[in-house]
């Protein structure tokens, strides 16, 4: 049973932009706190960025300025774009629905690939 399913991610040059996104079923969306994670090769997975269902955010210092976070309540879907994009941004990038630091609920993973 699919509750979360991200897309979005790809190969893109230093100083480019993607754009994520993360439709999850309802009762999962409406209820919880929503957020990205990303997991680079041989590295611990971080949390990026956050949403509140009321729109409250948190960034991660390594992205603010770069990333932004918003969700779609009507369309149950949260989004990430990313701009200005670094070579160690490459990661593998999961989206979540709980609590920041033990998400009840992930989806598969979407890898972002930045080239220098």
Aim: hydrophobic share 30%; charged share 15%; glycine share 12%.
């Amino acid at each position: 049973q699919v509750q979360l399913v991200e897309s979005g991610g790809g190969v893109v040059h230093a100083g480019g932009s993607l754009r994520l996104s993360c439709a999850a079923s309802g009762s999962i969306f409406s209820s919880n706190v929503m957020g990205w994670y990303r997991q680079a090769p041989g590295k611990e997975r971080d949390l990026v960025t956050t949403i509140s269902r009321r729109g409250s955010t948190y960034y991660a210092d390594s992205v603010k300025g770069r990333f932004t976070i918003s969700r779609d309540n009507a369309k149950n879907t949260v989004f990430l774009q990313m701009n200005s994009l670094k070579p160690e941004d490459t990661a593998m990038y999961y989206c979540a629905a709980g609590p920041t630091k033990a998400p009840g609920y992930w989806g598969q993973g979407t890898q972002v690939t930045v080239s220098s």
